[in-house]
């Protein structure tokens, strides 16, 4: 018997529901912003990621899943934004409308050692906005962030917040945090000791309790912004504090990419223990010139759907669907049912029957289970009379109406 893959998970049709929810409250409060869907291909070129993530970034040294054929090497996309700005520009959507503002909603891969919310194959809800640098974006983003936990029924999150300012801040926080670990390499685990020479940013995001100590003891991370970046994050503070949105300000958060810049994000909950991260984004101004394009300000956001799933919610179908559930007893009924069911589905009615010729209390157990609103029962002496016994399971009662008014008596 063949098993799934390690790191992947099957979504059950119960736990289904729930995905859906959280999909359609997307959409709709995208759309209160004025976001608009673009999905991307799952396979992309590897040296898509390669470029805008970063070579020495884990999700390309370790992460990525490969496939290669003879002239090229494809990697199945793990994370969103690189893909939609190379379809942003492939497809010239900085022509059709300077500033763009867009979202997704699809699966992501990343071969790494599964665990409790971090998976091989994940689902991101996620957001882009590219054509403008203005912090007002930055603000809009992160509330419309806020605005999704809520409208999915999450509460006790916290907000983290930090700018990592523009290239040149960067290089000067990188010369001054090589200093600062240079005497301390061998209080680092192996991966931050080969970080502290190629990308030294990145040891502020491992997660090992040990390094995670020596860099709150080095208070690493802070005063490295320039002027127009401080005001600039002045500015996403201010507007962010108008708004009513709690935040902390956490000069050590920097994420996990290379393509960002200025404004970055963290949402964390600490139902999820050590890896405590529902979701997180930040501004990449330099990534849509880095692929060809012009000098664009952007930025963007993503959940992890599992991650989602795992915290108290309120996920769940919208409206309960009021499904009718046919019994038919008897050859004849049976075929009469055919066309009942047909009608009842092309009126927009959710309905369905035994398909297992069933006793009559069996196939009641059955509409039981499946949540039935209305029991339809047809048999013999039903045909004759051209009625239907209709049983509402709420409230226990049960009646004849005509085969014709059924819809009319249904709705």
Aim: hydrophobic fraction near 40%.
């Amino acid at each position: 018997m063949f098993k799934r893959i390690p790191g992947t998970k099957d979504i059950l049709p119960q736990e289904a529901l729930s995905w859906q929810a959280a999909e359609a409250i997307a959409r709709k409060i995208f759309s209160v912003y004025n976001y608009q869907e673009i999905r991307t291909p799952v396979i992309e070129e590897a040296a898509l990621f390669n470029r805008t993530l970063g070579q020495s970034t884990e999700i390309v040294q370790k992460q990525m899943f490969l496939i290669h054929n003879q002239e090229d090497t494809y990697a199945l996309r793990p994370e969103g934004t690189a893909a939609i700005v190379r379809s942003y520009l492939e497809n010239n959507l900085e022509k059709v409308n300077g500033f763009s503002k867009l979202y997704y909603i699809g699966p992501m891969f990343r071969l790494e050692r599964p665990q409790k919310g971090r998976l091989r194959q994940f689902h991101h809800i996620g957001a882009e906005a590219i054509g403008s640098g203005e912090a007002s974006v930055d603000i809009e983003v992160i509330r419309l962030a806020e605005q999704l936990l809520r409208s999915f029924g999450i509460s006790g999150y916290k907000i983290k917040l930090n700018s990592l300012g523009c290239p040149k801040d960067k290089q000067a926080l990188s010369a001054g945090l090589k200093k600062i670990f240079q005497g301390k390499l061998n209080q680092l685990c192996a991966d931050c000791r080969v970080r502290a020479e190629n990308n030294v940013l990145r040891i502020l995001d491992c997660k090992n309790p040990e390094c995670r100590k020596v860099v709150q003891e080095s208070a690493a991370g802070a005063g490295c912004l320039c002027a127009d970046c401080q005001a600039h994050f002045e500015t996403v503070k201010s507007g962010l504090d108008n708004l009513g949105i709690s935040f902390q300000v956490d000069p050590q958060l920097v994420r996990g990419l290379d393509y960002y810049n200025r404004t970055v994000f963290e949402i964390t909950h600490s139902d999820l223990g050590s890896q405590d991260a529902i979701g997180a984004g930040g501004r990449y101004n330099n990534l849509v010139s880095e692929l060809g394009g012009p000098e664009l300000g952007a930025i963007g956001f993503a959940f992890g759907v599992e991650r989602l799933m795992l915290v108290p919610n309120t996920l769940a179908p919208s409206e309960t669907k009021k499904l009718v559930y046919l019994i038919t007893l008897g050859e004849a009924a049976k075929s009469a049912g055919l066309k009942i069911l047909d009608r009842l589905r092309s009126a927009g009615i959710p309905a369905d029957t035994d398909h297992l010729n069933r006793s009559l209390k069996a196939a009641m157990r059955s509409a039981n289970d499946a949540g039935a609103a209305f029991v339809l029962i047809l048999g013999d002496d039903e045909l004759k009379k051209n009625v239907i016994a209709v049983k509402d399971m709420v409230n226990s009662t049960q009646k004849e109406t005509t085969i014709e008014n059924l819809i009319k008596e249904l709705k």
